[in-house]
């Protein structure tokens, strides 16, 4: 079984910036990928940026070159570096890793931003 432990969310004004951490611990063999997903009220979650065991990065059309998403593999970590941040990024955004050869998708429990002056 793997973990996802988030952090790093929190009330930000608009045009300020946050950054996201998600750890991951357990039975870890083979991290295929790991990313970031966002779920806003009323609306279905998205995909926000993601980075390959490769380091090939995506990202939504919305965040870029704004987020920025890495990773430490000698920590199972990913990080999103949220900048210029707008109020329509308010959003639980939840950890996602990729593992092992079956392609089993782990989720975090989420962490809650909010963009508002």
């Known amino acids: 079984q793997v973990q996802l432990v988030e952090s790093g969310g929190g009330l930000v004004q608009p045009g300020g910036s946050l950054r996201l951490s998600c750890a991951a611990s357990?039975?870890?063999?083979?991290?295929?990928?790991m990313g970031w997903y966002r779920q806003a009220p009323g609306k279905q979650r998205e995909l926000v940026a993601a980075v390959t065991d490769g380091g090939s990065t995506t990202y939504a059309n919305s965040v870029k070159g704004r987020f920025t998403i890495s990773r430490d593999n000698a920590k199972n970590t990913v990080y999103l570096q949220m900048n210029s941040l707008k109020p329509e990024d308010t959003a639980v955004y939840y950890c996602?890793?990729?593992?092992?050869?079956?392609?089993?998708?782990?989720w975090g429990q989420g962490t809650q931003v909010t963009v508002s002056s």
């Open positions: 357990g039975s870890i063999y083979r991290i295929n990928g």
């Open positions: 996602n890793l990729d593992h092992g050869i079956g392609h089993v998708h782990y």
